[in-house]
C-alpha cells in the first residue's frame, strides 16, 4: 500500500496538517472536507509543489510556512503531481497534446521527405538572395510577382520553369534588385512627369532601334547581341573557324569575338548618342539626379541606359529580372522542383495512411463524445497535419446537434455563446482528458490530485467523470487522490472504485487540521437504527428519521407522527413524553424487539443530557452530535418564546411551521427591546432546521455544518433561559 504523507503548516489557512494517507490497491484515496476546512488550501499546496514553487499563508505572511509532501518516504517530485483544478480555474490543454496525434514511424518518414525538400529550397533561396542583391523575404517576392500572394512559391516556380528554360543566362540578371525595385525606386519610376519622361525616351529609342542597321525592336536588342557574343565565344565557335555574316545596309562577315563586339558597341553608341535621344535621357537622368535618396539608381541608368526603354512596364521588368535571376541559379532552382516532385507523391501515399490512423486523441474525442451529455460533437479538424508535423496544435471542431435533427458546424467562440454552464464545464473536462492522455502516451508516473472536478455537474456528467476517474485507476503508473466537499460525489467514488480504509473526512479544529476514517458512506441510518438501543445520540438522531419514514408510508395525522413530533416542537404534551414512548414508535416502524436502559426517562431530558456531553466532545464530524445540539437548541429556544410570549390562545393557533411563527410572534412583542434575544433566535431559524428535518435519502448539508458553531449558539440560547 501507498503512503502519502503530509507535514504542513501555515499553507493557504491549514495551520497544520500532520498525517498519512493510505492510497488503496490502485493507488487510489479520497477526502471529503467541509466547506472552508482545507480541501482548497491542500490543492493549491500541492500545485505549488507540482510548480516547484513556496506555498504561503496568504492572509498571515509573517508565519513561517513548512511544507513536507513524502510518497512512500521519498520526497514527491514536483514532475510527478498534477494537480486539477475546479472548473472556475481552467486551464487550455498543453502544447503537448499534438503528441497524442504522433505515429512515430510516419512522422520519421514524413520529415525526411519535408527535410530533403526544405534543404533543396533553402540553396535557392540562398543563391536567388546572393544574384538578386535582394534584402527582403525572396520566397514571399516571387510569389507576388508572379502569382499576386505572398504564399505560393511553388506554384510561382512552377509556372516559370518553361520561360526560365529558354532564357538567356544574363538577360537582366545584373539587375541589382534593390536599386532598381526598392520601394523609393519604385513609388519615383511611378511619378507622372518621370513617367512621361521615359515615354518620351522610348519612342525616340524606338525610332532609331527601327532604323538601326543590325538591331530589330523586341527581336534582337544589344542584350541579345552581347550574350550571343559572349556564347559564341565561350563555346569555341570563332576557334573552330566558323564565321558570322551580319545582313543590313550592307552585309559583314565576322571572324571573332573582338569584331563582333566591337561592331555591336559601334551600332549601340551610334543609337545612344542621337541627339534626339539624348535629350530625352537628360530629361530621365535630371529628375533622378535630383533626388538624392536615389544616387545608386542615378549610377546605375548611367551605366545601363539601354535598360530604360523596359521601365515602361516596371512589373513587366520585375517578371523578367526573376527569371534572369532564376537562370543563373539553374541549377537549385531544378533540384529544387525535381525533388519537390519526386517528394510529392510520397507525401501523399504519408499522409492518406495517417488519415486512416486511429490516434489516441481520436480516442479522447471519442471518450467525450460518448461519455458527457453535451449538445455537440466533437471532432479534430487538422489531425493529419498535427500527425506529420505541419502544424503545431491541434485545432477542434464542434458540430451543434439541437435534437430536431439539424447539424450545424459552429466556430468555438459561437459554440461558447450558446452552451450553458453546465454544458461549459463538460467542455472543460476535456481539457483534464487530454492532459491525463498526454502523462500515459509520455509513460509519465503522476500523482493526481482532483480537486471538486464534477462540482455543480449534473449527475449523469458527474457519474461519467466518475467513471472516466476509475478507469484511470487501473493504469500502474497513474495515483488518485480526491479532494471534494460534496458529500455525495465522495460516497460514490468509494462505491465504485475507491477503498473504503483509504477514504478520509477532514475536520478543522483551531490549531490544525485532522483526517478520520470515513464513515455514513453506505448510509447513516442502517448504523443509526441498529444503536436505537444502546447509543442516546443514535437514539435522538432517529426521531426525525422515524418521523420522516412515516410521513412517507403513513401520514401526518397518524398517531406515531404526531407523538413524534412533540419531540421535535415544545407541545402540550411534550414534557410528558419518555424514552418509553419513542422505543414503543420505533419498535412499530421497524419491527425490532429492545427496550432502551433509560426507558422511563424524558425524552427533553435525554436530549439535554446528551446535548451537554456533546459540548465536551472533541473536534470531528460529529454527525450524531450535531442532530441532537439542533434539536436541543431548537426545544430550548421555544421554551423561552413560549414563556415570553405566555398566550396560549394565541399559541395553540399554530398548527405547522411553530418555530418559525413563534419568532415572528417573539419579534412583535420584543422585537425592538430585546434585540440580543431576537439576533439569537433567528440564527436558530437559520441553522437548525436542515439538521433536524433530515430528509432519509439526502443527509449531505448538515455534514458540512460545523458543530463548533451549533456548540456557540447552543450556549447562547441556553443564556436566554
Known amino acids: ?91 487550455s ?74 532564357e538567356s543566362p544574363r538577360t537582366f540578371a545584373a539587375i541589382p534588385y534593390e536599386i532598381l525595385f526598392g520601394d523609393k525606386s519604385v513609388a519615383f519610376l511611378a511619378r507622372p512627369e518621370i513617367k512621361n519622361a521615359i515615354a518620351i525616351y522610348v519612342r525616340n529609342y524606338n525610332a532609331l532601334i527601327a532604323r538601326s542597321t543590325y538591331f530589330r525592336r523586341g527581336v534582337f ?47 549601340r553608341d551610334l543609337i545612344l548618342n542621337d541627339p534626339a535621344l539624348r535629350a530625352s535621357f537628360d530629361a530621365v ?42 537562370k543563373v541559379c539553374d541549377s537549385e532552382y531544378n533540384s529544387f522542383l525535381d525533388i519537390e516532385g519526386e517528394a510529392a507523391g510520397a507525401l501523399k501515399e504519408i499522409e492518406d495512411q495517417a488519415a486512416r490512423e486511429s490516434t489516441q486523441w481520436s480516442k479522447v474525442i471519442r471518450i467525450f463524445n460518448e461519455r458527457f451529455t453535451v449538445p455537440f460533437r466533437l471532432e479534430v479538424q487538422n489531425r493529419v497535419l498535427v500527425m506529420l508535423g505541419q502544424e503545431s496544435a491541434p485545432t477542434l471542431g464542434f458540430r451543434f446537434e439541437d435534437g430536431s435533427g439539424d447539424v450545424a458546424d459552429v466556430d468555438r467562440g459561437s459554440l461558447m455563446r450558446a452552451l450553458s454552464t453546465g454544458e461549459l464545464k463538460a467542455l472543460y473536462i476535456l481539457n483534464v482528458i487530454f ?54 460525489f465522495f460516497r460514490t467514488t468509494e462505491s465504485r472504485y475507491i477503498d473504503r480504509k483509504s477514504c478520509y473526512m ?34 435522538i438522531a432517529c426521531i426525525p428519521f422515524i418521523r420522516n419514514l412515516i410521513e412517507y408510508t403513513a401520514d401526518e395525522q397518524d398517531a406515531r407522527y404526531l407523538r413524534l413530533t412533540s419531540m421535535l416542537h415544545v407541545q402540550v404534551d411534550t ?28 425524552v427533553v431530558e435525554l436530549i439535554r443530557e446528551t446535548a451537554a456531553a456533546c459540548l465536551a466532545a472533541p473536534e470531528g464530524v460529529n454527525f450524531e452530535n450535531k442532530i441532537v445540539m439542533s434539536l436541543a437548541i431548537r426545544l430550548s429556544a421555544e421554551e423561552f418564546m413560549i414563556n415570553k410570549i405566555n398566550d396560549p390562545e394565541e399559541i395553540s393557533k399554530i398548527k405547522k411551521n411553530q418555530t418559525g411563527k413563534l419568532y415572528q410572534l417573539y419579534k412583535k412583542k420584543f422585537g425592538d427591546n430585546d434585540s440580543e434575544a431576537v439576533d439569537v433566535l433567528r ?37 436566554l433561559t
Open 683 to 719: 440564527k436558530v431559524m437559520l441553522m437548525t432546521p436542515e439538521s433536524i428535518h433530515l430528509n432519509s435519502f439526502m443527509y449531505e448539508p448538515i455534514l458540512d455544518m460545523s458543530d463548533g458553531h451549533l456548540r456557540s449558539l447552543y450556549a447562547r440560547v441556553i443564556a
Open 285 to 326: 537622368e535630371k529628375a533622378i539626379h535630383a533626388n538624392a535618396e536615389l544616387r545608386d539608381l542615378h549610377a546605375f541608368l548611367l551605366n545601363n541606359e539601354d535598360i530604360i526603354p523596359d521601365l515602361e512596364n516596371l512589373e513587366s521588368l520585375r517578371q523578367k529580372a526573376w527569371i534572369s535571376y532564376l
Open 221 to 267: 536588342s544589344y542584350f541579345n547581341a552581347s550574350t550571343i557574343a559572349k556564347n559564341l565565344s565561350d563555346n569555341g565557335f570563332f576557334n573552330a573557324q566558323h564565321t558570322v555574316r551580319l545582313n543590313g545596309a550592307r552585309e559583314v562577315e565576322v571572324h571573332d569575338r573582338q569584331q563582333l563586339e566591337l561592331i555591336i558597341e559601334s551600332e
Open 575 to 602: 414534557m410528558d413524553l419518555k424514552v418509553s414512548h419513542l422505543d414503543e414508535v420505533f419498535r412499530s416502524v421497524f419491527s425490532k424487539d429492545g427496550v432502551s436502559v433509560d426507558a422511563e426517562k424524558g
Open 435 to 488: 492532459e491525463i492522455e498526454i502523462r500515459r502516451h509520455s509513460d509519465q508516473s503522476t500523482l493526481f490530485v482532483v480537486d471538486d472536478i464534477a462540482d455543480s455537474f449534473d449527475y449523469k456528467n458527474k457519474y461519467a467523470i466518475i467513471e472516466y476517474l476509475r478507469d484511470m485507476s487501473e493504469d500502474p503508473k497513474f495515483l488518485q487522490l480526491i479532494l471534494t466537499h460534496n458529500f455525495d
Open 93 to 166: 490543454n498543453s502544447d503537448k497534446t499534438a503528441m497524442l496525434l504522433v505515429n512515430h514511424d510516419l512522422r520519421i518518414r514524413y520529415e525526411e521527405q519535408m527535410l530533403s525538400i526544405r534543404k533543396a529550397k533553402d540553396a535557392l533561396l540562398k543563391a536567388l538572395k546572393k544574384t538578386s542583391g535582394a534584402k527582403r523575404d525572396v520566397e514571399k517576392e516571387v510569389s507576388m510577382v508572379f502569382m499576386r500572394n505572398g504564399k505560393d512559391f511553388l506554384t510561382a516556380l512552377r509556372r516559370v520553369r518553361e520561360e526560365v528554360s529558354s
Open 1 to 91: 500500500m501507498v503512503a502519502l504523507k503530509f507535514d504542513l503548516e501555515n499553507c493557504y489557512g491549514i495551520r497544520k496538517l500532520h498525517h498519512e494517507v493510505r492510497l488503496d490497491g490502485k493507488g487510489c484515496a479520497a477526502i471529503y472536507a467541509p466547506n472552508g476546512s482545507m480541501k482548497t488550501s491542500l490543492a493549491k499546496s500541492l500545485q505549488d509543489l507540482s510548480k516547484g514553487v513556496d506555498s504561503v499563508d496568504q492572509i498571515f505572511p509573517q508565519r513561517a510556512t513548512k511544507r513536507c509532501i513524502s510518497l512512500n518516504d521519498q520526497d514527491l517530485p514536483s514532475a510527478g503531481v498534477f494537480v486539477i483544478r475546479s472548473y472556475d480555474e481552467m486551464f
Open 506 to 539: 477532514a475536520v478543522k479544529g483551531p490549531t490544525e487540521v485532522r483526517l478520520e476514517e470515513a464513515y455514513a458512506l453506505k448510509g447513516i441510518f442502517p448504523t443509526w437504527r441498529d444503536r436505537f438501543f444502546v447509543d442516546a445520540r443514535m437514539k
